[in-house]
């Protein structure tokens, strides 16, 4: 994935700067499934007013808005009970559920 916005943040430490790049650009994608052909359209990433978490079990994805997100406020997935998470995962084809998975083109960014 391309994201084309970014933030730079500089970190003092005692042994030195620590650059942090903060990314906020989302997109809408089309995907193809490698095992069933499948094509879909997905989110990926978040936005600038807020955070996209995606069921590990379905993909559901549920936003949490930056300015009022505790990890407090994460229970499991609405659609199935899966667990929630934040973490970069390939897009899961709603056909065969497989994550075998590759974006195929980019229908709009967002932030």
């Known amino acids: 994935m391309t994201i084309d916005y970014e933030y730079e943040f500089y970190e003092y430490t005692n042994i030195g ?3 942090l790049i903060i ?3 989302g997109s809408i994608v089309m995907c193809k499934c490698n ?3 499948n094509e879909f359209r997905t989110n990926l990433g978040d936005g600038a007013l ?4 995606h069921c590990l079990d379905c993909d559901n994805i549920k936003s949490f808005p ?3 997100f505790s990890s ?3 229970k499991a997935c609405e659609k199935c ?3 929630l998470t934040h973490q970069t995962l390939k897009p899961m084809c709603p056909n065969c ?3 075998n998975t590759e974006e195929i083109q980019t229908v709009v960014k967002y932030d």
């Not at 807020?50 to 978490?53: A, D, K, R, V």
């Open 50 to 53: 807020f955070y996209n978490f």
């Open 35 to 37: 095992d069933c052909q």
């Open 97 to 99: 559920q497989s994550r």
């Open 81 to 83: 009970g899966g667990k």
């Open 23 to 25: 990314l906020i650009m």
């Open 72 to 74: 407090d406020s994460v």
């Open 66 to 68: 930056r300015n009022d």
């Open 17 to 19: 700067i620590k650059k």
